[in-house]
């Protein structure tokens, strides 16, 4: 007779309350960008890449963070026409 088989864990967790906020932050952001790369409206790729910077701080993603402040500064000075 073979003993029973051992249960194997997979290693995937549940999402989390805070893990859902931060992915839905970084769908807002994706959405904004969307609509950014169609109306080239500033405000709406500035509110989108700070979203997406959240998402990407908290997936500990520095790179990107890093990428999004700079695109960040670069709509800003573009705005303020400098």
Excluded: D, H
Aim: overall charge positive; charged content about 5%.
């Amino acid at each position: 007779m073979t003993p029973p088989a051992k249960a194997v864990k997979s290693g995937i967790k549940p999402p989390s309350q805070e893990g859902a906020f931060f992915n839905l932050v970084g769908w807002l952001g994706a959405g904004l960008m969307v609509a950014f790369s169609f109306t080239m409206l500033p405000l709406f790729g500035i509110t989108g890449l700070a979203a997406l910077t959240v998402q990407a701080t908290q997936a500990r993603l520095f790179n990107l963070v890093i990428l999004n402040c700079l695109s960040i500064i670069g709509l800003t000075v573009n705005v303020l026409g400098g």
